[in-house]
């Protein structure tokens, strides 16, 4: 699988210059690209302030990834807030080319910065099937609690979409491989740059790791469209050979 990763600042709360800037870029991609990864909140930086930017799900947010997915013939994802049945959503949309939608609401909130607060929590994590492939996407804090992304359901690749500030950049990076170990899983870290509305810098470090913590793809600084390719089979060899999965523990999450 050839996935595109898009490293960039975020125009604070402006969803229609975030729209345009992703569209020249996902547009600018060769053929043959099956999935487009854009950071947390790509639409507007990792903002509480909701009820002025927030978007329901026939939105132009979701109106427009559709469109892209199926004229680009590429699943697309990444997360955005949406309005639901009166809540706020911190929400991954895992967009299929077909313009079929899946989602994940973030389930670990950011008590530091009072996500909590102004977002509602989401309970059901995410497995996606696309190509052969089972993908389980996250946003960001859930990088921090291991248990909720603990690969029962033998998932092939983990994606983290993410605005990870630069103060703390080194447990990201520490953490990414962790899971991407722990995991056995490709895993992919997709995080912003530049400088939010509330003055928070990010320096980005998207990576790409294997199912042994190798990188594919190094921490970057810049802003940049970056490819990967994923070897579905290289998974289930490591695997075959080391059998870590199958001594796992088994929890009960409340």
């Given at each position: 699988m050839k996935v595109a990763i898009i490293q960039s600042a975020i125009v604070w709360e402006n969803p229609e210059a975030n729209r345009v800037y992703f569209e020249q870029k996902i547009n600018a991609l060769a053929v043959g690209v099956n999935l487009v990864v854009l950071p947390e909140m790509f639409t507007t930086g990792f903002s509480m302030n909701p009820s002025q930017i927030a978007e329901p799900m026939d939105g132009k947010t979701v109106v427009w990834m559709q469109a892209l997915a199926k004229a680009k013939n590429t699943a697309i994802t990444g997360s955005a807030i949406i309005e639901e049945d009166g809540n706020y959503y911190n929400r991954l949309l895992f967009v299929f080319p077909s313009g079929a939608i899946q989602h994940y609401d973030k389930?670990?909130?950011?008590?530091?910065?009072?996500?909590?607060?102004?977002?509602?929590?989401?309970?059901?994590?995410?497995?996606?099937?696309?190509?052969?492939?089972?993908?389980?996407?996250?946003?960001?804090?859930?990088?921090?609690?291991?248990?909720?992304?603990?690969?029962?359901?033998?998932y092939d690749l983990l994606i983290y979409v993410a605005s990870w500030p630069k103060t703390r950049i080194k447990a990201w990076d520490t953490l990414l491989a962790a899971r991407a170990i722990e995991n056995m899983s490709y895993t992919i870290g997709v995080n912003r740059i530049g400088i939010d509305g509330g003055g928070y810098e990010y320096i980005g470090h998207s990576q790409v790791l294997d199912c042994l913590g190798e990188h594919l793809m190094n921490p970057v600084t810049n802003e940049g469209v970056f490819i990967a390719t994923?070897?579905?089979?290289?998974?289930?060899e490591v695997r075959k050979k080391l059998n870590f999965l199958n001594d796992r523990d088994a929890f009960e999450l409340k």
């Open positions: 389930r670990h909130l950011f008590t530091l910065a009072g996500e909590e607060k102004v977002y509602a929590r989401g309970t059901q994590k995410l497995i996606v099937d696309y190509l052969g492939w089972k993908i389980c996407p996250f946003v960001c804090y859930d990088l921090r609690f291991p248990v909720f992304s603990r690969n029962v359901e033998n994923l070897d579905k089979s290289k998974v289930k």
